[in-house]
């Protein structure tokens, strides 16, 4: 599986890949080209230069503002909003990166591709990191209420289109852009980038089995461990008795034990599954999500996603149902949309190219410029 089934990626060179639409099934034709993309959008060099002027074309079309977003008692985010001059009230993209105390800047030339084409963009530092207030704690609850705080901040805004928000997510802010989505029941569009895709507790546990057997462990071992972490999480979940819940967690380390960990390892592996974060990563549901929402759904993996994995039969599954939803993977990219080795090993990314530099840029530009800023039509084509 490379890409969702009405699309066909073709390699015409080592780097450059053409992307079009096959005929439906009544149609014996290709109605279109899409897009041609290149696997190696910028070489490092390139990119460099390519940032600079779009860094001077975005000075120029779009106005940049730094803003303050009340979230949660005690949290303000701060915020940098980019706004398409002489325009309005505009469309907004509210980018939100993945895991770890990560600040505004990441993604800045696709937001000036967005700006140019008349898109608005708002990043914002995470919860206790950068210059936002409050306490880091990297939970799906805390990114997903803070994300939002910024979707109910933007609606009181005379510049902004409030029926024209969309959401771009990165790994964990990709898991928690359809669940935030699906709630509101309003926005206009999901870009879901390097997300794991998958059901309550299902995903979580499939991939530290998975993890525990690369690292030598035996998969009955593995099995069993994951097994009482299930057992431990779920009742952490309904906020059980804390003798009941203490005794869950001492047969997690138990098992821990059986798998081959000395007494120091296994309770340091249990102590890193007795946080909220990893409870909160439990609790996640991306792939029920995913399957809710009837909105324009864009989903990029990957194919060499050393984080996640394979997820983009996952990703057809659950959108299956959703005409206005489409599933591309990228050849080569690791998690971070770079290049990694096809002999690299498990769980890593030795060498890697520039951030984002394999990411179709493009393609989401047009995309959301679709979905937010063309007016509709019955038929494109």
């Known amino acids: 599986m490379v890409i969702h089934p009405r699309f066909q990626l073709t390699e015409i060179s080592g780097t450059l890949y053409l992307l079009h639409l096959k005929s439906w099934s009544n149609s014996v034709r290709t109605k279109a080209v899409l897009a041609v993309i290149s696997a190696s959008l910028l070489a490092q060099a390139s ?17 940049v503002q730094e803003v303050r977003i009340p979230s949660v008692a005690g949290v303000v985010l701060a915020g940098t909003f980019r706004i398409p001059t002489g325009r309005g009230p505009n469309p907004v993209l509210i980018i939100q990166s993945g895991s770890g105390p990560s600040k505004r800047g990441g993604y800045l ?52 289109a409030g029926t024209r ?10 898991a928690a852009a359809p669940e935030v989505a699906a709630r509101d029941g309003h926005l206009a569009a999901v870009v879901f980038l390097a997300g794991p895709v998958g059901q309550r507790g299902t995903m979580f546990g499939e991939r530290m089995e998975a993890q ?36 869950a967690r001492a047969a997690v380390v138990k098992q821990f034990r059986g798998a081959g960990f000395d007494a120091v390892g296994a309770e340091g592996a249990t102590r890193v599954l007795d946080s909220p974060q990893a409870l909160s990563m439990y609790q996640a549901a991306p792939g029920t999500a995913l399957n809710r929402l009837k909105i324009p759904v864009l989903a990029i993996f990957g194919a060499r996603d050393e984080i996640v994995g394979a997820q983009g039969d996952a990703a057809l599954a659950a959108l299956a149902e959703n005409p206005a939803a489409l599933v591309l993977e990228v050849p080569g990219a690791n998690h971070g949309f770079g290049y990694r080795r096809a002999d690299s090993p498990p769980r890593e990314s030795p060498n890697g190219g520039p951030w984002l530099s394999l990411l179709p840029k493009a393609l989401i530009t047009d995309w959301l410029k679709e979905q937010l800023v063309d007016a509709p039509q019955a038929d494109r084509w």
């Open 212 to 247: 525990l057997v690369e690292s030598g462990h035996s998969p009955e071992a593995s099995r069993r461990v994951v097994t009482a972490t299930r057992s431990w999480m779920e009742l952490r979940s309904r906020g059980g008795a804390t003798e009941e819940a203490g005794n």
């Open 109 to 160: 030339p696709l937001e000036h591709r967005l700006n140019q084409v008349g898109i608005a963009t708002i990043e914002f530092d995470k919860r206790g990191a950068g210059q936002s207030t409050g306490t880091f704690a990297d939970t799906m609850q805390n990114m997903e209420s803070d994300i939002e705080a910024t979707i109910a901040w933007l609606r009181k805004r005379s510049d902004v």
């Open 165 to 174: 928000i969309a959401l771009l997510g990165h790994s964990q802010g990709a």
């Open 47 to 63: 990119d460099a230069r390519t940032n600079r002027t779009e860094r001077t074309k975005v000075a120029a079309g779009a106005s």
